[in-house]
Every structure is written in structure tokens, then in C-alpha cells.
């Protein structure tokens, strides 16, 4: 299996992507969203195997102080083999010298962040437009 980890988003297989998305259930996310919000992320980390885009993780930095990682996201085909480990690994790697570095994750994956050094935050705050959201993350 040739694994490969970079950030080249110029050459990417946006249906691939699209499919990674759709595989863990979240929907809408069109071929535009995956490219604007791609394109607006200034730390990637894109994994193929083969050529084939299998996994990813964005993040959003200022690049001094603050940043954000987003959809670390690994088709359910290669889960359980470290993949999104090795993800954040990547983008952690990349953000070694920000001050705080965020991160919103779904139900349930906790334990897994914590494994790489992350905890929760007493001050977070947060607006969710969609209600399902809403209920599901806010106090």
C-alpha cells in the first residue's frame, strides 16, 4: 500500500473527497464547499493510497496565536489503521508553533484527541445555525 501524506490540494479528485464526506454521513457537502473550504484552509493534510484520496484534515491559522483544525475524515474503508492519527500528527506537526491550537470534533471521539495531547476547554463557546447542531454540541 504506497500512503501518502501532503498538501497539495491543486490536482485533487474533488468526487473523491465528495465520497469521503458522503461515507461518514455528512451530506452536504457539495464539490464547491469542499474547494472553497480547501482553499480557504492554510494547513492541509491530504492522504492517498495508490492516487486515491482516502483521507483528510484543514486547519485555519493566523499563524502566530490561533488556530483550528477541521473534518479529519478517513473513509470508513481504511479506518482503525492509524490514518487519523496520522493526520493530526501532520497538521499538529504543522502548527507546532501556535499558541492554541482549537478543535470541534464529533460525539464520541474524545478519548482518540486526547491520545494526542488535546483537552477540552473551560471557556469554549459556540453558534450552531442547523438545531440538530445545536442540541447535540451546546449546554
Same mark, same amino acid.
Not at 454521513?25 to 480557504?40: D, L, M, N, Y
Given at each position: 500500500?504506497?500512503l501518502r501524506i501532503h %498538501?497539495?490540494?491543486?490536482? &485533487?479528485?474533488?468526487?473523491?473527497?465528495?465520497?469521503?464526506?458522503? %461515507?461518514?454521513?455528512?451530506?452536504?457537502?457539495?464539490?464547491?464547499? #469542499?474547494?472553497? &473550504?480547501?482553499? =480557504?484552509?492554510? &494547513?492541509?493534510?491530504?492522504?492517498?493510497?495508490?492516487?486515491?484520496? #482516502?483521507?483528510?484534515?484543514? =486547519?485555519?491559522?493566523? /499563524?502566530?496565536?490561533? =488556530?483550528?483544525?477541521?473534518?479529519?475524515?478517513?473513509?470508513?474503508?481504511?479506518?482503525?489503521?492509524? #490514518?487519523?492519527?496520522?493526520?493530526?500528527?501532520?497538521?499538529?506537526?504543522?502548527?507546532s508553533n501556535i499558541s492554541c491550537v482549537h478543535? #470541534?470534533?464529533?460525539?464520541?471521539?474524545?478519548?482518540?484527541?486526547?491520545?494526542? /495531547?488535546?483537552?477540552?476547554?473551560?471557556?469554549?463557546?459556540?453558534?450552531?445555525?442547523?438545531?440538530?447542531? =445545536?442540541?447535540?454540541?451546546?449546554?
Amino acid at each position: 500500500m504506497d500512503l501518502r501524506i501532503h %498538501s497539495d490540494f491543486s490536482k &485533487v479528485n474533488l468526487d473523491e473527497m465528495k465520497e469521503i464526506y458522503s %461515507s461518514v454521513g455528512w451530506t452536504k457537502h457539495t464539490k464547491e464547499i #469542499i474547494k472553497q &473550504v480547501f482553499e =480557504a484552509s492554510n &494547513v492541509i493534510a491530504l492522504v492517498t493510497v495508490n492516487g486515491r484520496i #482516502i483521507g483528510f484534515g484543514r =486547519a485555519m491559522t493566523d /499563524g502566530v496565536f490561533n =488556530a483550528a483544525i477541521y473534518d479529519v475524515i478517513v473513509h470508513p474503508e481504511f479506518q482503525k489503521q492509524g #490514518i487519523a492519527r496520522q493526520i493530526m500528527e501532520y497538521l499538529l506537526d504543522k502548527l507546532s508553533n501556535i499558541s492554541c491550537v482549537h478543535l #470541534i470534533s464529533i460525539s464520541g471521539n474524545e478519548d482518540f484527541y486526547n491520545k494526542l /495531547g488535546l483537552k477540552r476547554i473551560k471557556t469554549g463557546m459556540a453558534r450552531y445555525l442547523n438545531p440538530n447542531l =445545536a442540541s447535540e454540541y451546546l449546554e
